[in-house]
Antibody, heavy 118, light 108 residues
Framework: QVQLVESGGVLVKPGGSLRLDCEAS????????MAWIRQAPGKGLEWLSY????????YYADSVKGRFTVSRDNAKNSLYLEMNSLRAEDTALYYC???????????WGQGTLVTVSS | SYVLTQSPSVSVAPGQTATITCVGN??????VHWYQQKPGQAPVLVVY???DRPSGIPERFSGSNSGNTATLTISRVEAGDEADYYC???????????FGGGTKLNVL
């Protein structure tokens, strides 16, 4: 069965950096676009980034462009999100999700919590 | 930039029909997808491409999309349908995924 497991979420100080990982299993990882989506406490869903099957194309939301970098390693069935210059407003549960090929997300992980606070 | 607008909440009695709308400029020209999110859980896709259902989603969930409004309809609402519902599109002008703000479905 399809599984997406995020990790790497921790408490980090403003201005700090962090890398989130998403390990995929149960499907041909290299055959799918992947995405990062976050949800601030008590708020709605916010898409952050898309990455194509072989690492391109890559798209970012305006809120994270220039600060966050998405990448993937198909040999390791893994998706990554490098986060720099973190702000309090980046505090959220971060999900990775599989894109089905028609711009929707058919599988989601359970999320990893990032807290940005001094 | 493109914006999707959802009502904050909808209330319905068990057995009745819930209608959740997603308003966007000419949204009828886009494919609209809907997610259900229960407290403490990840979102689940319930309708894709305006009106298709993933396997395992009950037929009670249906969708439509025309003009400036996309609609998720839940027939014969059950207590277990109480959740937040989000619409989503791909905006090919900005190359961005967009989510609506979400609608909380309250089952009375």
């Amino acid at each position: 069965q399809v599984q997406l497991v995020e990790s790497g979420g921790v408490l980090v100080k403003p201005g700090g950096s962090l890398r989130l990982d998403c390990e995929a299993s149960g499907f041909n990882f290299s055959g799918y676009y992947m995405a990062w989506i976050r949800q601030a406490p008590g708020k709605g869903l916010e898409w952050l980034s898309y990455i194509g099957r072989r690492g391109s194309p890559i798209y970012y939301a305006d809120s994270v462009k220039g600060r966050f970098t998405v990448s993937r390693d198909n040999a390791k069935n893994s998706l990554y999100l490098e986060m720099n210059s973190l702000r309090a407003e980046d505090t959220a549960l971060y999900y990775c999700a599989r894109e089905d090929g028609e711009d929707y997300f058919d599988y989601w992980g359970q999320g990893t919590l990032v807290t940005v606070s001094s | 930039s493109y914006v999707l607008t959802q009502s904050p909440s909808v209330s319905v009695a068990p057995g009745q029909t819930a209608t959740i709308t997603c308003v966007g400029n000419n949204i009828g020209s886009k494919g609209v997808h809907w997610y259900q999110q229960k407290p403490g859980q990840a979102p689940v896709l319930v309708v894709y491409d305006d009106s298709d259902r993933p396997s395992g989603i009950p037929e009670r969930f249906s969708g439509s999309n025309s003009g400036n409004t996309a609609t998720l309809t839940i027939s014969r609402v059950e207590a277990g349908d109480e959740a937040d519902y989000y619409c989503q599109v791909w905006d090919n002008t900005s190359d961005h995924v967009l989510f609506g703000g979400g609608t909380k479905l309250n089952v009375l």
